[in-house]
């Protein structure tokens, strides 16, 4: 089963725009990851914000966590041609809650039009 | 190349056959995991590894499949009596056990069964 859930599940912007995918997760967590996937390839690791953390940033990459809600965003800026992708989050679940694998959801597809 | 390792990256095999894929760690790496994806969705969760111990597996594991992490280096993930509904991408990833820190992802195995 998964345990997150993006949305949208497809976003087509301009280049430049900024881009911003939600996900939202059921069971109490360590931790949350974006993870990067070009078409036909491994997944990439982009960012991980833990439970106690409500925002963090990496480059035009930012991340917030609203463990209240068991959501969490991820904001692209100043989108390029190379960021399309498809985008996932990843959840770490407590220990204690179940086995603390590492559990994805279903996925943005980003396109950025040149 | 010290990343995660996949061996075979593409394998066609018939329905019925048997088939066994490898996935090399990252050295220091003592968790290990296996995915499944198929196009358009998120990886799903199969099982995974704490050194040698098999922690976790997932309900999507059949009796037909088996893996194994003998010496807690390499993993091998083996697919008896192969189905049609096997063929997709499988996904070797490893992390650091301590802080639950990200996974980095192997390029996968493209599974089709005809």
């Known amino acids: 089963s998964q345990q997150g859930e993006e949305d949208p599940q497809a976003l087509s912007i301009q280049e430049g725009e900024n881009a911003t995918m939600n996900c939202s997760y059921k069971t109490s967590i360590n931790n949350l990851q974006w993870y990067r996937q070009n078409s036909g390839r491994g997944l990439v690791h982009l960012i991980l914000i833990r439970s106690n953390e409500r925002e963090k940033h990496s480059g035009r990459l930012r991340v917030t966590l609203d463990t209240s809600k068991k959501s969490s965003s991820l904001l692209i800026t100043a989108s390029r041609a190379a960021d399309t992708a498809s985008y996932f989050c990843a959840t770490v679940r407590l220990a204690g809650g179940g086995a603390d694998g590492l559990t994805f959801g279903k996925g943005t597809h980003l396109i950025i039009q040149p | 190349d010290t990343g995660v390792s996949q061996d075979p990256r593409h394998k066609i095999t018939k329905r019925g056959q048997n088939v066994t894929f490898r996935c090399d760690p990252i050295s220091e790496h003592n968790r290990l995991y296996w995915y499944r994806q198929t196009l358009g969705q998120g990886p799903e969760f199969l099982t995974y590894f704490q050194n040698e111990a098999q922690l976790e597996k997932s309900r999507l594991l059949s009796d037909r499949f088996s893996a194994e992490r003998p010496k807690g280096s390499f993993s091998t993930l083996e697919i008896q009596r192969t189905e049609q509904g096997d063929s997709a991408m499988y996904l070797c990833?490893?992390?650091?056990?301590?802080?639950?820190?990200?996974?980095?992802f192997g390029q996968g195995t493209r599974l089709t069964v005809v």
């Open positions: 990833a490893s992390s650091l056990e301590q802080g639950f820190t990200e996974a980095f």
